[in-house]
């Protein structure tokens, strides 16, 4: 973190007595890790702090963190007087927050996304960090706050899911190197792996055999697979159990693209993109408004129907990938 940045952020921190710290919807590991691990770090300054989250938490994210910590719904502006959003790259992903946090007086965004367009008044963006917890872990090594062993695990946790366990393209020598620091101040990697690996639900289960007889390969280099709410519903399921679908998908042979599209409402469906190396779906993400990384990426897309959404994203997605296959012929010649 840059020293003009880190002492602006730093000074308006100490100046707020009130804090109050917001995730994305759908909260994946990442966010709720660094908003945790903030959380402490914030606590240690004797601030009052309270965190916000659109729904409950999935099983595996209730092994690791603390749910009676959060509060779910209203969110009273006149009780804070700083606001604080983690792994936030644009303001509809706020949710229900979303109008309260862009008029508020005070904001500071901490995130390791792309971004077109800031909403933040102080918003510090390092889009060379694999995840949102290096961004945190950096913050607070620079108030020199000891770093617990159940704070180590949080982030560590957080870490290997955005990079999926160091293997996806955004992995780098920051990324390992802060998960040695990590495991060396007593972050247990074992409980890590539990929760982001091996802790699935029945819910989950019977989504994925859904998931997988919906699977449609188109151009013989997109995998797509769609989850309506009646599918959602009939494996009592929540967003959250479709976590990870989409880069499952990337394993097939050939498949250079992939997208799990699911239905949030009536006709509104969420796309959570994944891509192979050279192959930048941030790209399509954004020609819906969405954004990300460059091999993982998502947004959403009002239709009327399901098949519309999924019509709709093909279209860019095609389109995407005969643009690069003109500009890979035209660089070679």
């Excluded at 498949?255 to 050279?278: A, D, P, V, W, Y």
């Excluded at 519309?308 to 690069?324: S, V």
């Amino acid at each position: 973190m840059d020293k003009k940045t880190f002492k602006k952020i730093k000074q308006t921190i100490n100046k707020a007595k009130s804090i109050a710290l917001f995730c994305h919807i759908d909260p994946d590991f990442d966010c709720l890790s660094s908003m945790y691990a903030l959380r402490y770090c914030l606590i240690q300054l004797n601030k009052n702090v309270q965190m916000f989250t659109h729904e409950k938490f999935s099983l595996n994210k209730k092994a690791i963190f603390d749910e009676s910590l959060v509060k779910i719904g209203e969110f009273d502006a006149n009780q804070f007087d700083l606001v604080m959003t983690v792994d936030v790259p644009s303001i509809d992903r706020l949710g229900i927050y979303a109008k309260d946090i862009e008029k508020f007086e005070k904001t500071i965004k901490l995130d390791h996304h792309q971004v077109r367009e800031e909403f933040a008044k102080i918003a510090y963006v390092n889009t060379e960090k694999s995840s949102c917890c290096e961004i945190i872990f950096d913050l607070i090594k620079l108030y020199k706050i000891k770093i617990t062993p159940e704070i180590a695990t949080i982030l560590y946790c957080g870490l290997s899911s955005d990079t999926n366990s160091f293997v996806n393209n955004n992995t780098n020598l920051n990324s390992l190197e802060t998960a040695l620091e990590l495991y060396k101040l007593g972050g247990d990697i074992i409980k890590a792996s539990d929760v982001n690996t091996k802790m699935k639900t029945m819910a989950e289960f019977k989504l994925k055999k859904i998931f997988y007889r919906n699977v449609e390969i188109v151009n013989k280099e997109i995998a797509i697979s769609t989850l309506t709410l009646a599918e959602m519903k009939s494996a009592d399921a929540i967003k959250q159990d479709s976590e990870g679908f989409s880069s499952e998908l990337l394993s097939f042979e050939g498949i250079n693209i992939s997208c799990c599209m699911t239905q949030k409402e009536e006709n509104l469906f969420s796309c959570s993109l994944r891509s192979m190396t050279g192959y930048d779906v941030s790209q399509i993400a954004g020609k819906f408004n969405g954004g990300g990384h460059i091999c993982a990426a998502g947004c959403k897309i009002k239709a009327k129907t399901i098949d519309d959404a999924k019509e709709k994203f093909l279209k860019e997605a095609i389109k995407y990938l005969k643009n690069k296959a003109k500009e890979t012929n035209e660089s070679s010649k």
